[in-house]
């Protein structure tokens, strides 16, 4: 079965540019979640998607967004990108909205690394 | 808000001896609370979740790990290190009120050697 697959795997910018993620989750998943992971650090929750809507979002700022597709894929774009933006971003499905309760853990794309130059 | 601290930013022990991993968490609500792996150049991977009753959790590739609600603890433990286990552990923690959001901690690398 394939797992949560992102695209691109490595992509280089140069400031103010704009950058698109694309995320496919695990097939039967309906949420996805982004995070950013700056290198020597643990994973920063960026957003969480399910069905299209935005469920929850983390402390990042509007150049950040996302949307989700019918397919449950989804896409992060980054605007106006600055170099503290280079990091690795992963994407990560689970069941559903009410994952919570169903206490199913979220499963990881390898993710994208990106560097700003 | 919820947070997670790893203490200790590098662990190194000998192949075959005990591994231990510290995780301690913040939370308002219940805890729910998960460890993952990752390899270089890779996502991260699901080893293990606590999320209520035996505090001892057993998890994937002989890792288990043993909540501690009184201390706010969450350590990951492996009775014999393999080489393969030297890696970077994240332990993370989803506030059962707050949704699917979860906060990691800053990892610890775990380095085994033969």
């Known amino acids: 079965d394939a797992g949560v697959t992102q695209s691109p795997t490595h992509l280089i910018k140069t400031r103010g540019q704009h950058v698109t993620l694309r995320c496919s989750p695990i097939s039967g998943h309906k949420s996805v979640s982004w995070y950013q992971q700056v290198l020597g650090q643990g994973p920063q929750f960026i957003f969480q998607?399910?069905?299209?809507?935005?469920?929850g979002r983390g402390n990042f700022p509007d150049r950040f967004s996302a949307r989700q597709f019918p397919n449950y894929s989804s896409e992060l774009n980054v605007n106006a990108l600055l170099l503290g933006d280079s990091a690795l971003y992963l994407c990560a499905s689970s069941l559903g909205r009410e994952t919570w309760r169903s206490n199913q853990p979220q499963h990881f794309g390898d993710g994208t690394r990106l560097s700003i130059l | 808000a919820q947070s997670v601290a790893q203490p200790e930013d590098q662990v190194n022990v000998a192949e075959g001896n005990p591994l231990t991993v510290k995780c301690t968490y913040s939370v308002s609500g219940n805890p729910y609370l998960f460890w993952y792996v990752q390899y270089p150049n890779r996502g991260l991977q699901f080893l293990l979740k606590?999320?209520?009753?035996?505090?001892l959790v057993k998890g994937s590739y002989g890792f288990e790990a043993e909540f501690n609600k009184s201390q706010t603890s969450f350590h990951l433990k492996k009775p014999s290190a393999l080489v393969s286990d030297s890696a970077l552990y994240f332990c993370a923690v989803r506030d059962a009120a707050a949704g699917n959001k979860l906060t990691f901690g800053g990892g610890t690398r775990v380095l085994v050697k033969p």
């Open positions: 998607y399910y069905e299209k809507e935005e469920r």
């Open positions: 606590y999320i209520t009753g035996d505090n």
